[in-house]
């Protein structure tokens, strides 16, 4: 099995309260193809991009309709030790660690910027399987917070990230790298966001035309939030899904203008 540095996104799965019209509306903008229901597993349905694992869906748990949202999560050898590193950094352990029969073990936490994720400890699921230049795969994600500064000191410590601030004086943003490579961005939420949306992890999936996508998605009943815009790493929009689900999607291979430079941090 190969070794997922610690931090690096591994998964991502999403709740929604009607199961059918979800897997309909992603099959249609993003391409998936679903596996049965796994009814040992409260009928976790994987998601395949291309024939590779890419991402799941399931019902909510008693007492969670009505909160569709993805949620990332990051890659640990040691689950136990990760949320004890959580609660000392100011961390709140939502779902204590858990063994999910022979698949892995999870757990899932909050930051102290209230951002909810997810940790994974892989046993035979050992996570994305397609590639992030597949169509429908998970392609990148991005921390949205209001309170920054507790996410750079939380993330870092608990995962050992190290971080690049991107020199721009318009936009507070950096990166968090791990295993020698970027795993996650992190944007500070501005006056734009309204006050009710708290901080969030914000998936990107990879699609070979932006604008199409979002017509799919819209044309199904999602919500355009953002774009479609062309920057450096590529055509990007976000939008919500019809249940509240918020996500983007990415044409990695339009892209537009330089790289932005970073400092170490």
């Known amino acids: 099995m190969a070794v997922t540095a610690a ?6 799965d999403a709740m929604f309260s ?3 019209g979800a897997k309909t509306f992603y099959a249609d903008v993003l391409g998936w ?3 049965e229901p796994s009814s040992e597993f409260g009928n976790y349905t994987q998601a395949y ?8 869906v399931v019902p909510p748990m008693p007492g969670q309709e009505g909160h569709s949202q993805w949620c990332l999560y990051l890659a640990s050898s040691d689950i136990a030790a990760t949320a004890a590193r959580i609660r000392e950094h100011g961390g709140e ?4 660690p858990m063994q999910v029969g022979e698949f892995g073990s999870m757990c899932l936490a909050r930051d102290p910027g209230g951002a909810v994720f997810g940790v994974w400890q892989p046993g035979t699921h050992e996570g994305f399987e397609a590639p992030v230049d597949q ?3 998970y392609c990148w994600a991005e ?4 309170e920054p500064q507790k996410s750079d000191a939380f993330f870092p410590a608990v995962f050992g990230y190290s971080a690049q601030q991107m020199d721009d004086d318009g936009v507070d943003f950096r990166t968090f790298s791990a295993g020698g490579g970027m795993v ?3 944007m500070r939420m501005t006056e734009d966001f309204p006050p009710e949306v708290p901080s969030y992890i914000n998936v990107y999936f990879t699609v070979p035309d932006c604008d199409e996508a979002v017509a799919r998605a819209v044309k199904r009943g999602a919500v355009l939030r953002f774009g479609p815009m062309t920057t450096p790493f590529g055509r990007f929009a976000a939008v919500s899904d019809p249940q509240g689900a918020n996500f983007s999607v990415i044409d990695v291979t339009t892209t537009e203008g330089d790289m932005p430079s970073t400092t170490d941090v």
């Not at 352990?93 to 204590?96: A, S, T, W, Y």
């Open 143 to 146: 921390l949205y917070t209001r």
């Open 33 to 35: 193809t679903f596996a």
């Open 49 to 56: 991009a291309g024939g590779k694992a890419a991402a799941a």
């Open 7 to 12: 931090g690096t996104p591994i998964w991502a």
């Open 18 to 20: 009607d199961l059918e």
């Open 184 to 186: 996650l961005g992190r």
């Open 135 to 137: 169509p429908g795969a």
């Open 93 to 96: 352990v939502l779902m204590e």
